[in-house]
């Protein structure tokens, strides 16, 4: 499946920590950078993230903001 | 001003492209990877966005989603 | 690519128009129910996107709200 | 109240499943295709929400990718 | 109509900027504080949106983020 | 840091409720309406958030609905 989405960063799930309803997952990024996502307890299982899978973080270009110092 | 967005990430302009109400913003990230971003003409002037400025991308992390091979 | 967002609709694209930096891009579901986007021109071209094609509406569930009469 | 969202989609509640500050709520379309949400707690009690409900999936435009196979 | 967003602010709309596929919106609310949105043209007419017509800002409580000095 | 997002309204927080991996925080605007944003718990432990502090809601345009009566 190829998606709309403009923004999909290669790295690997470093953390997850699961709640009730919503998980937070720490990506690393092949440059170092860390990227937080939070997504449903659901899709951690379906697609079987844990510490250590590669994965992807994928953010639609109008969610992404800008700022100066 | 710090801001509860757990991914700012820092990089470069690189190309803006102006329509009527919304300009797309392309920055390049330290590592190398590419973002791009959609924002008011509005912002990119008051925040003087233009290729070769330093800037920051910024996402809340519920716009964050996780994708795997 | 398998992603997190929990809603993959599927269905066909029945128009697009195109602005400067977005498109707005009407897809038709199997059940017959319309679906707007409004994703960038760079998207459109690069996923080939045009009345009857093949194509997905995808939602993340943290951008879906409920409402009730 | 009629909202500037594009996307309303006619349905029933069949799930709720609540966490501490958030609800999944599953909805079944009228054409059989499911829709998953998470909203606050405080909207599920507002709104009356619980399997059998009818209610509405709601999705600005700008929150709708698309992707093709 | 009922909505889940929970934050529904009531004000007056000022300004309406088209573009091809967006239109920039600005609301004053009774505060006297101003809110910017950006929605489709095609809202924009079936709401009759236009300078002087009242009107609410509606986001929903993910979209929020929090910030300190 | 300044950021692009059109919306930042001034107010003070009123209340912080903690789930597992986010937290809900009602903000009251200095004109009096409340705002309610969800954020991850990390952030409002980063940024210091509890009753009685001054800050700030943060909202993209594109995140922004209209309605009408």
């Given amino acids: 499946m190829k998606i709309s989405a403009r923004n999909v960063l290669k790295g690997k ?3 997850v920590t699961k709640g009730a309803v ?5 990506l690393e990024l092949q440059g170092g950078a860390q990227i937080v996502s939070v997504i449903t ?10 510490a250590g ?6 953010v639609k270009a109008s969610n992404v903001m800008v700022a100066v110092d």
């Fill in 13 to 15: 799930v470093v953390k």
């Fill in 22 to 26: 919503n998980s937070e997952i720490v």
């Fill in 41 to 50: 307890n659901t899709s951690v299982e379906s697609l079987g993230l844990k």
């Fill in 53 to 58: 899978v590669d994965a992807y973080a994928v």
